[in-house]
């Protein structure tokens, strides 16, 4: 699958400002500084379409991005920054909760982790959350440039543990910056949902 059209459609905090037109919704969610923004831009191939900050937790909306005019790819707020307010963190738990509870759009769940770090608790919330909701979870371990095979596979191994991940739960890595593996990824993550194949 080639993602050939890749724009932004809107912003939400509301239920009422969410797309009505009932396409597919993919979410991406994970931690501040995981790499999120990165990723997106990565994989549509556009360096622009979701903002990338050098201060974490820079977005706190649930940002709907139409991929070729067929789904939704949707860009959720990061967690567990610590230079936030507590308010401002229950806003956006909240905000979170709100999209991710009975969202029926919603088809897939794509949780990234740092896949140099043994995932945080609040990664193991969220997993234990989606999980409990029914939602189909795919987990991405980020800036794996970083690593050697050896230690990618040695994290491989902390990461399945630490999420509990059983072996027909999905685990791949990626790296925005070298971009390895990218069409693959893009037909695990969205090839079921996509109506135009070509």
Known sequence: MRIKQSEFITSAVKREQYPIDNRVEVAFVGRSNVGKSSIINSLTNRKKLAKVSQTPGKTRLVNFFLINNDFYLVDLPGYGYAKVSKAEKDSWGKTIE????GREQLKRVVLLVDSRHKPTGDDIMMIEWFKHFGYDVVVIGTK?????RNELKKNEKVIRDTLKLGAEDKLYFFSSLNKDGRDELIDNLF???ATDLD
């Open 191 to 193: 090839l079921e949902f």
């Open 144 to 148: 794996s440039d970083k690593l050697t």
């Open 98 to 101: 709100l999209y991710l509870t």
